[in-house]
């Protein structure tokens, strides 16, 4: 016995209408991460330890600036998709409107200053 509709089945969505959406959002941010922080530490682990001089130069070119940048946004954009689900099972009433609201400003704040602090240094 199926409580979904034909036509809800189809189209992939649940009661919520945004359960698949976040699914595939979660999957891709995951998968991107699996090569960006790789990639992020091994740039980031070169230059380690280094001169102030030598880092600014270093994050002046193109690739390790690049990098960095992509990894910190994705890595924002994942963590804001996970604290969501955390906050959405476990908070109830205003309380989970207030933190979800308050933790995706937080995030894309964090990943505001990451970036603007890598284009500076790279500029």
């Known amino acids: 016995?199926?409580?979904?509709?034909?036509?809800?089945r189809a189209m992939g969505l649940g009661s919520a209408k945004t359960g698949t959406e976040h699914h595939w959002q979660m999957m891709v941010t995951s998968v991107a991460l699996l090569v960006l922080i790789p990639l992020f530490v091994f740039t980031f682990g070169w230059i380690l330890g280094s001169s102030y001089d030598e880092v600014i130069a270093y994050y002046q070119r193109p690739f390790p600036a690049v990098v960095a940048i992509l990894t910190m946004l994705v890595g924002w954009f994942h963590f804001r998709l996970g604290v969501q689900t955390l906050i959405e099972d476990y908070v109830h009433?205003?309380?989970?409107?207030?933190?979800?609201?308050?933790m995706i400003c937080v995030s894309y704040a964090a990943a505001a200053f990451a970036i603007f602090a890598i284009v500076r240094i790279a500029l």
């Open 1 to 8: 016995m199926a409580f979904l509709t034909d036509r809800k």
């Open 93 to 102: 009433g205003l309380a989970r409107k207030v933190l979800i609201i308050a």
